[in-house]
Antibody, heavy 118, light 111 residues
Framework: QVQLQESGPGLVKPSGTLSLTCAVS?????????WSWVRQPPGKGLEWIGE???????NYNPSLKSRVTILVDKSKNQFSLILTSVTAADTAIYYC???????????WGQGTTVTVSS | QSVLTQPPSASGTPGQRVTISCSGS????????VYWYQHLPGTAPKLLIY???LRPSGVPDRFSGSKSGTSASLAISGLRSEDEGDYYC????????????FGTGTKVTVV
């Protein structure tokens, strides 16, 4: 059973860059799964950020596309999220997840809280 | 601002049946599958329903999904206290660049 674990700074300064990593264990990132990021701002609902396949093909939320990059590192069996020019509105719990086509996000990490503040 | 609209809240007593609606459009719900996720306090979201009405292994048959046109529903029968939490529908949005969208979310309360 695949397990996911997010890691990264819990505090990022405004206008800075948010970088998170999701380590994949119990399975290979080179599989038929898409590797995804989802976030939940305080008091708000879930927001899909984007996903990547091991071939580096990626899909992004159009509302974030200009600021988001998702990368995959096959050698470390992990994938990462980079979000630039952050503001307080990017404060959220960030979850990584894995999705099978037409099945949905079947496995989720526990989530990591990121606060954007000076 | 989600393109999938859900009622903000729903409630029921233990044992009752609760239904949550998800209203979309021809570019999302109407053109593909609907998924449902359960998000309990302090935990990661969990997939409840995929491909409109299929349950992943381990999800009780108290949870059922349906879709008709540009709307979908999640039903929880035999409501239990541990069902209290947030529920989200989701679908692929085909307008502009394809992307996944979550619904606005529904908070289920067991009274």
């Amino acid at each position: 059973q695949v397990q996911l674990q997010e890691s990264g700074p819990g505090l990022v300064k405004p206008s800075g860059t948010l970088s998170l990593t999701c380590a994949v264990s119990g399975g290979s990132i080179i599989s038929n799964n898409w590797w995804s990021w989802v976030r939940q701002p305080p008091g708000k609902g879930l927001e899909w950020i984007g996903e990547i396949y091991h071939t580096r093909s990626a899909n992004y939320n159009p509302s974030l596309k200009s600021r988001v990059t998702i990368l995959v590192d096959k050698s470390k069996n992990q994938f990462s999220l980079i979000l630039t020019s952050v503001t307080a509105a990017d404060t959220a719990i960030y979850y990584c997840g894995t999705a099978e086509t037409e099945v949905g996000l079947t496995v989720w990490g526990q989530g990591t809280t990121v606060t954007v503040s000076s | 601002q989600s393109v999938l609209t859900q009622p903000p809240s729903a409630s029921g007593t233990p044992g009752q049946r609760v239904t949550i609606s998800c209203s979309g459009s021809s570019s999302n719900v109407g053109s593909g599958y609907v998924y449902w996720y359960q998000h309990l306090p302090g935990t990661a979201p969990k997939l409840l329903i995929y491909r409109n009405n299929l349950r992943p292994s381990g999800v009780p048959d108290r949870f059922s999904g349906s879709k008709s046109g540009t709307s979908a529903s999640l039903a929880i029968s035999g409501l239990r206290s541990e069902d209290e939490g947030d529920y989200y529908c989701a679908a692929w949005e085909d307008s502009l660049s394809a992307h996944y969208v979550f619904g606005t979310g529904t908070k289920v309360t067991v009274v």
